[in-house]
């Protein structure tokens, strides 16, 4: 049964994180270091990888219109915005391919409840979003080298407790793209990046488990999908109306909270 709770504790976490500027991966290490989630690591690791897959659906779902659209004018003659778009999407994937190609082995080490790594970058987004929150409003589309851009931030937000939205939207933001295009591209360019992890975990077989609880992953990918498109929904209203620095504060406290709760534990 603990493992159950544990699941939805882990499932909201992970739903809610994923596209608030506040680091998802960051929360589920704090979550799972106060929970004493520390037995078995190639657990802890499917249930990661099966949490971000739920909040993956849940973008699919939200912007199910857009990409209906995008599929559709993609295949179709002649160039086209769409065409374009997802050709925009594939530049801002080199970065974080080449990164987590290249550095996979140091990366997964990172990953180990290394939790003043985590305050220190959730620290670090929150300055982020304050700068960006002070940024003029803008109306610009996405270009070729924003993109790219954009793609290294979402590379060096691998980093756990650096978040993936707060980095790419703000980014997009201090480039001068329009707020909502900004949103939108944030999270659509990360769909096929975890799309293509698990198809990888998958052939390499990282993935198996002899003792994780099915019904706990099961419970964990419910309970992130649905959360997933409560938070997805409501930070395209918040980035729409400039609402960034609250957030920021947000990220400063749980930064300097975790620091405390480490040394006084």
């Known amino acids: 049964m603990s493992d159950i709770i544990n699941a939805i504790i882990l499932g909201m976490v992970q739903g809610l994180t994923e596209f608030l500027p506040v680091s998802s991966s960051g929360h589920l290490e704090l979550a799972k270091y106060i929970l004493g ?47 374009s778009f997802v050709y925009k999407i594939i530049f801002s ?47 610009d589309d996405v270009t070729y080298t924003s993109a790219v851009k954009v793609g290294i931030a979402q590379a060096i937000a691998i980093l756990p407790g650096i978040s993936r939205s707060g980095a790419t939207i703000a980014t997009s933001v201090l480039l001068g793209i329009d707020r909502a295009k900004a949103a939108r591209f944030s999270f659509l360019m990360v769909v096929p990046l975890i799309f293509g992890k698990m198809a990888k975990d998958l052939l390499d077989g990282d993935l198996t488990s002899d003792t994780t609880s099915l019904s706990a992953l099961s419970v964990g990918f ?7 498109v409560f938070a997805c929904k409501w930070m395209i209203k918040i980035v729409r109306n400039s609402q960034l620095k609250y957030f920021a504060y947000y990220c400063l406290i749980v930064g300097i909270a975790g620091i405390a709760y480490v040394y006084l534990h």
Request: aromatic content about 8%; hydrophobic content about 55%.
């Open 93 to 139: 994937m080199i970065p974080a391919v080449a990164v987590g190609l290249l550095l996979e082995k140091q990366l997964e080490a990172l990953f180990s409840q290394n939790i003043l790594l985590v305050c220190c970058m959730l620290l670090l987004t929150a300055l982020l979003l304050f700068v960006a929150d002070r940024a003029k409003p803008s109306s």
């Open 37 to 83: 989630d520390d037995a078995l690591p190639q657990d802890s690791f499917l249930m990661t990888v099966v949490l971000h897959f739920g909040t993956a659906l849940a973008t699919v779902f939200v912007f199910r219109k857009d990409i209906l659209e995008i599929i559709t004018k993609f295949f179709s003659k002649g160039h086209n915005e769409e065409k």
């Open 222 to 228: 419910i309970v992130s999908l649905i959360t997933g």
